[in-house]
């Protein structure tokens, strides 16, 4: 079945750079996601690449993706301590019903900034 | 901005209660989404909507749980009776697509059953 792994804690300290890894197992996923999560709130789409292409930029935020090994990754350059929170990264799948899909997420990645 | 509402934000309740959960996803979204997301966890999909119509709900205890979006725009997710193990966030999310490719989220509704 469709499984997404991730590494459950990254420490960074302010100013560096950040990278949450994660691996996924559905080779057919059309696209793949990274969500930010602060304490007691919903989850932000951060951003998300299409399965065709090997990297994305948005800012500070950088998307690598290697099909091949089915492996994730986002980068956070000059992380702040307000980056501090869980990141998920999901794929999305085929659901139940012809024509739709739906994401299955790992288990978040929690990024903790200190000065 | 557009946003997925929710409510209420935070639930307690005792077992053998019942709970309802209301989500209004942001206007012009088709498709409706339930999650239960347990601490420690990533959300996991309980009831997909396409419109009015149920479309996925293998992952919903039907036992105890359901849901509905009668008129095809705000949908209400019930618990009856609820349980220990309920106690998780429930998140609601929307999207234009029917692929689902872009799904926003609600700020979640907090159940705490005692």
């Known amino acids: 079945g469709e499984d997404v792994e991730q590494s459950l804690f990254l420490s960074v300290r302010e100013g560096d750079s950040s990278v949450i890894n994660c691996t996924y197992t559905?080779?057919?996923?059309?696209?793949l996601y990274w969500y930010k999560q602060e304490p007691g709130a919903g989850l932000q789409l951060l951003t998300y690449?299409?399965?065709?292409?090997d990297m994305k930029q948005d800012q500070r935020l950088t998307v690598l993706l290697n099909k091949k090994d089915k492996h994730l990754s986002l980068r956070i350059a000059d992380t702040q301590t307000g980056d501090s929170a869980i990141y998920f990264c999901?794929?999305?799948?085929?659901?139940?019903?012809?024509?739709?899909?739906?994401?299955?997420f790992g288990a978040g990645t929690r990024l903790a900034v200190h000065p | 901005e557009a946003e997925v509402a929710q409510s209420p934000r935070y639930k307690i309740t005792e077992k053998s209660q019942a709970v309802a959960f209301w989500c209004d996803p942001i206007?012009?979204?088709?498709?409706l989404y339930w999650y239960r997301q347990i601490l420690g966890q990533g959300p996991e999909l309980l009831v997909q909507?396409?419109?009015?119509?149920?479309?996925?709900d293998s992952q919903l205890p039907k036992d105890r749980f359901s849901a509905e979006r009668l008129k095809g725009v705000d949908s209400t997710l019930k618990i009856q009776p609820a349980e220990l193990g309920d106690s998780a966030m429930y998140l609601c999310?929307?999207?234009?697509?029917?692929?689902?490719?872009?799904?926003?989220f609600g700020p979640g509704t907090r159940l705490t059953v005692l």
């Open positions: 999310a929307s999207s234009f697509s029917t692929s689902g490719n872009e799904q926003f």
């Open positions: 559905d080779s057919s996923s059309t696209y």
């Open positions: 690449i299409f399965s065709n292409m």
């Open positions: 999901a794929e999305i799948t085929p659901g139940e019903a012809g024509g739709y899909n739906k994401l299955i």
């Open positions: 206007s012009g979204h088709a498709t």
């Open positions: 909507f396409q419109d009015e119509s149920v479309v996925d």
